[in-house]
């Protein structure tokens, strides 16, 4: 049995954490309505860094470029990602355990080491700095997260449906349409959400591979703190972090929470009885 000392030392740490993780949050956000220059005090409310972002500011046009470049990534890795996890299924477990532990390695290995990699591998082949080039070092970076997301949840569906469809005569294409994409897609869901939050966070690879005269978010972020702060970028900031507020709130009303799609425990459990 737990003591109360214990459990209050745990809350207490609980409480911690969380004001550690939303603090900054909530000052980024708080910031964003203050006149004061470099978010200092006096706290003076305002509403001018919103109609700078809006009007003058070139953080927006960076953010639609970063976002519809993510969806690109993340669309191409949602496909070969789930093909790719399909095709798993075909081996015996031993050799499947064994791709899987090599699609593991790009995850483990540093960003850092990734982009100089992949900066001196299409230098090589001489498309050096490109949009191409940059599509493809972020498809290989989230990639291999599609895959094992895709793949744990192939590994715990039933695959009895798709036998017995196939028994009665239904084609693989019908078969995989119909029965397994449908069993898979909260995985194929969490794949392509992970994929476009890295993607679009991704500044690593990009700093290595965007071209001179593209501007994605995160490396323009990078270049206007080194010239100067400006604080039409703590309202970018807080109207991102309302954008994510509420898909997380349209996901849980849907029926998806984020620990079953990404295969983790909602850390609440039903008592006996209920």
Known sequence: MKSKGFNAVMLACLWVVLAFMYIPIIAIIGMSFNATPYGMFPYVF???????????????????????????????AVVIGTMTAFGLQAYAPKWANRFNFVLQLPIIIPWL???????????FLGSGRSVLSMF?????????????????????????????????????????????????APGVLAGGIMAMIMCFNNFVVQYYL???????????????????????????????????????ILLSKLGFSAGGLFGMSSGTQSKKGE
């Open 113 to 123: 080491v990734t982009g100089i990699s992949l900066l001196l591998l299409f230098s």
């Open 210 to 248: 965007i071209p001179i005269g593209v501007q994605t978010l995160p490396t323009l972020v990078f270049t206007r703190i080194r010239s100067g702060y400006q604080a039409d970028l703590n309202a970018l900031s807080a109207i991102i972090v309302l954008v994510s507020v509420v898909v997380v």
């Open 136 to 184: 493809l070092g972020n498809l290989i970076v989230v990639l291999p997260y599609v895959v094992l997301l895709v793949n744990g949840r192939f590994l715990s569906m039933d695959r009895t449906p798709e036998a017995a469809a196939r028994l009665l005569g239904a084609r693989p294409a019908r078969v995989f349409f119909d029965i397994t994409l449908p069993a898979i």
């Open 46 to 76: 305002t509403t001018d860094w919103y109609v700078t972002l809006f009007t003058t500011s070139n953080l927006l046009p960076a953010c639609w470029y970063s976002l519809k470049f993510a969806f690109a990534v993340t669309l191409a």
